[in-house]
């Protein structure tokens, strides 16, 4: 059974370090509609338009794919959302917003083979999910580590808990010390942050007594 996640969680959930950049035109044009159309946007004729638009194009970003994620969910349903999903999953088109498909589409699959390194640092909450939740290889424990441990950790607790316990001592302090700091940079914490440096600053403390 396909792990089941809401559509706010997919197009919200894992939304970390974006770059800077300018609006594409379908970035502006769904801006537009947004303003015009508030609440009935992603059900509008014009939305399709944006939609096929962004489908019809060689290069999609992420703030693309969750237009069409909308769009398609607004007029087809689920089933037709997942359809567009998995098109693009299995397209050659490129951009950051196809591999955040990619690593949802792998995630509903409980697929752990062939995910890039993009595809975990645009989704390392699904990635750390599947890693811990599903039987998976250490080399995919290692990718997911990797991109994990230079994150804000608190949507992927559990994983980086439990990868942590297998390290050496030493690099379990560095770990943790790391993600506090990385926590502590940030300039506004949300109460799941907020609860997630406590834990890893008693943890810190625990690790060094235990040294």
Known sequence: MKPTLT???????????????EPTANETAWAALLDTKK???AASQEAVVIKDSIVAGTTINRAE??????VTQAHGG????????RA????????TGVSMVRAIVKHWDQDPSDWTEEMISVRPDLAANLATRFPVTPQ????VWA????????????FFKTYRSGLPKAEQIEATRKQKDLLLAIPTRDASANAWLA????????????Q
């Open 39 to 41: 609440t009935e946007a």
């Open 199 to 210: 834990e890893i600053s008693a943890d810190l403390i625990a690790l060094q007594l235990d």
């Open 88 to 95: 693009i999953a299995q397209s050659t088109k490129t951009g």
């Open 140 to 143: 995919f424990r290692d990718q």
């Open 147 to 158: 991109v994990a441990k230079n994150r804000s950790a608190h949507p992927f607790r559990t």
């Open 78 to 85: 689920r089933e037709s959302y997942e359809a567009a999903f």
């Open 65 to 70: 794919a969750n237009v069409v994620a909308l």
């Open 7 to 21: 559509l706010l969680a997919l197009l919200v959930a894992g939304v970390i370090q974006l770059q800077a950049q």
